[in-house]
């Protein structure tokens, strides 16, 4: 089955940067892979989402400051976050589904509710 591995959280004080790293295993079919966010108290977010042709898209509230982009040999997912800002804190999670030809935007709305993700990684901006 799916196994999702996300690194690379922390702290870090504003205008900071971090990239974030999500290592997939146990498939051996198409997914889409994207990143949710989820802080206590409030409902999970999509952060950035990526499709098989290289379309990104992103949270308006991130748009400009995170970039995702992914290792298809090493079957790595990325997330580059800089210029973070206090409200980015929350627990960043890599999801996954099914699917060779979701399309980023789509991806970006339905990532909350992948049925695959992994432990999270921490994300503090003080």
């Known amino acids: 089955h799916v196994q999702l591995v996300e690194s690379g959280g922390g702290s870090v004080e504003a205008g900071g940067s971090l990239r974030l790293s999500c290592a997939a295993s146990?498939?051996?079919?198409?997914?889409?892979m994207d990143w949710f966010r989820q802080t206590p108290g409030k409902e999970r977010e999509g952060v950035a989402a990526?499709?098989?042709?290289?379309?990104?898209s992103y949270a308006q509230s991130v748009k400009g400051r995170f970039t995702i982009s992914t290792d298809n040999v090493e079957n790595i997912l990325y997330l580059q976050m800089n210029s973070l800002k206090f409200e980015d804190t929350a627990m960043y999670y890599c999801?996954?589904?099914?699917?060779?030809?979701?399309?980023?935007?789509?991806?970006?709305?339905?990532?909350?509710?992948?049925?695959?993700y992994g432990q999270g990684t921490q994300v503090t901006v003080s």
């Open positions: 990526i499709d098989t042709v290289g379309g990104t």
């Open positions: 146990g498939y051996s079919y198409s997914l889409s």
């Open positions: 999801a996954a589904e099914l699917s060779a030809t979701m399309q980023s935007s789509q991806a970006l709305d339905l990532v909350p509710h992948f049925v695959h």
